[in-house]
């Protein structure tokens, strides 16, 4: 959808009344501002601001038609936005209207970018050079030359994920089964919306980028029944990155059966909303915008940037702490995206497979995922898990005190003991739910939040017990196995760690 603006530039050249993107949307190339509203976001190419005279933004304009009708919209977002910023950088220098881009001005540019940031001119180059090709005046013939023969370095990708960033790399295990209880926690106190909490589900599951999620459709939910009598949940996933045009080609994923029914009922809820809205109201948005700023198949949808932002606020209302920065979790849909390609090589995946997980058309940037080798602690010893374990917030469930105020304090069914651990068979607290529970007891106990635990349980017992356990198996089988309990062990040290307080606190005698 285009919004028309009065304009305000009169060229000395015609420009047509009339152009359409590759992407399908027409708009006026002789307007000052074109105001675009797509899937992505609402992007403004606002020729006012870019300080150059105005023969030359004839020419600029001229360029950008080509790229908006040969290109995606997104590239064409992205040379606008750099343009702007070498533009606006020549500008400040010169402190006047800028006549043409000169070789000095280029250099000048080049110096004040750092390693970090040097594609920001190589990613540009082309269209500076495009511009040029094209005929048009406002880069000198030296500034060309030198874009022609000068190395510029380009966007550094994988960073994040081979040195594991903690803030923009992938999540650890922890961090993610921290995301994940927390989730499913809030969801069960009603806390959180049905949409929130399957979108961010949908997140984590598949990493998919946000304005996948934002083209999905209700009809993109379907059920399946298969031969044993059991429904088999799919979700079509639209594909972005293949320049061709939004719901053209889809992936299909199975969704696990506990997301599968809830996203199928969550659906059809969707859907009813848009009886009386939609001509079909199959195609209403899955995860309709607030407000409907678009109109066509993609009517009522949310952009890429909406579900973002969902996702962040969702998640940052927790304050997750970090057990590696000890600060707030740092969220992005990135690190989800990171999280998923990294624990597929972790896994032992191929590159091939990589890319199908991350829906990639080839494995030019997977690479990166089997080169790299996650962050792990390798030994967690007595000391490192006391202090990990306030950071880690494993422990789910609650300290009691005064047994007689336990939810089944009368029922000794009900009673948490192992005799491996302690054989005098005392117990380490109480279940506090009356539902079927096929989780192994006590390693499930202590990140349930259902789990009531003894002041005076055999805490520390258990807590040597795992320690044990993993140094055996990681001399006789692997990290990935062997930390497999390291959730477990961080919340029983977390409750050793509350009770000694509590008996501090109350000048008890410590048991151990």
């Known amino acids: 959808m285009i919004l028309i603006q009065e304009d305000n530039f009169q060229s000395q050249e015609l420009l047509p009344n009339e152009c359409i993107t590759k992407d399908g949307f027409k708009f006026n190339p002789n307007l000052d501002v074109w105001i675009f509203s797509d899937i992505s976001k609402n992007t403004r190419f606002d020729f006012t601001k870019l300080g150059f005279i105005d023969t030359d933004i004839y020419g600029i304009k001229r360029t950008f038609i080509w790229y908006l009708e040969n290109k995606s919209m997104s590239h064409s977002i992205n040379m606008y936005d750099l343009l702007l910023r070498l533009l606006n950088y020549i500008y400040k220098l010169k402190n006047e209207i800028i006549k043409e881009v000169s070789i000095k001005d280029l250099k000048s540019y080049k110096s004040s970018l750092d390693k970090k940031h040097m594609w920001y001119l190589s990613s540009l180059s082309g269209f500076l ?71 961010v589900w949908l997140m984590i599951i598949y990493g998919s980028r946000p304005i ?200 000794p069914t ?29 390693l499930a106990c202590y990140t349930c939040n259902s789990f009531q635990a003894w002041v005076d349980g055999p805490h520390e017992k258990l807590f040597e017990h795992l320690l044990k356990e993993r140094e055996v198996l990681l001399k006789t089988t692997d990290y990935r196995i062997a930390s497999i309990n390291d959730k477990t062990i961080l919340a029983v040290a977390q409750v050793i760690i509350e009770c000694r307080r509590y008996k501090e606190e109350n000048a008890q005698e410590l048991i151990v």
């Open 414 to 442: 009900s009673d948490i003991i192992d005799p491996k651990v302690d054989p005098s068979c005392k117990a380490m607290g109480k279940c506090g739910t009356y539902a079927f529970c096929s989780l192994s007891a006590p």
């Open 212 to 411: 996948q999620f934002a083209l999905l459709k209700v009809i993109d939910i379907k059920s399946f029944q298969k031969q044993d009598s059991s429904n088999e949940y799919i979700i079509s996933i639209p594909r972005v990155k293949n320049r061709k045009k939004a719901r053209s080609e889809f992936k299909q994923r199975i969704l696990p059966s506990e997301i599968g029914q809830p996203m199928l009922e969550y659906a059809d809820e969707a859907k009813n909303q848009f009886l009386n809205i939609l001509e079909d109201p199959n195609q209403a948005p899955l995860f309709p915008a607030s407000s409907n700023k678009r109109t066509g198949e993609l009517a009522y949808h949310s952009t890429s940037g909406d579900i973002t932002d969902r996702i962040q606020l969702v998640i940052s209302k927790f304050n997750l702490i970090s057990e590696r920065t000890e600060e707030k979790l740092h969220i992005t849909s990135t690190r989800f995206r990171r999280t998923i390609g990294t624990r597929a090589a972790v896994e032992g995946h191929g590159e091939l497979i990589i890319a199908e997980i991350l829906d990639h058309t080839d494995t030019q940037n997977v690479g990166v995922y089997v080169q790299s080798l996650p962050e792990i602690i390798e030994r967690i010893d007595k000391a490192i898990a006391t202090y990990m374990a306030p950071i880690a917030q494993a422990f789910a469930g609650k300290l009691v005190k005064d047994k007689s105020t336990a939810t089944r304090f009368d029922d």
């Open 129 to 199: 050079k495009k511009w040029y090709e094209m005929g048009y005046t406002g880069l000198s013939n030296e500034a060309y030359e030198y874009l022609k023969e000068v190395n510029l370095p380009g966007n550094q990708k994988g960073q994040a994920v081979l040195t594991m960033d903690p803030y923009d790399g992938p999540f650890t295990d922890l961090e993610l089964e921290l995301i994940q209880d927390t989730l499913n926690n809030k969801y069960a106190k009603n806390e959180i919306s049905d949409s929130d909490f399957l979108l």
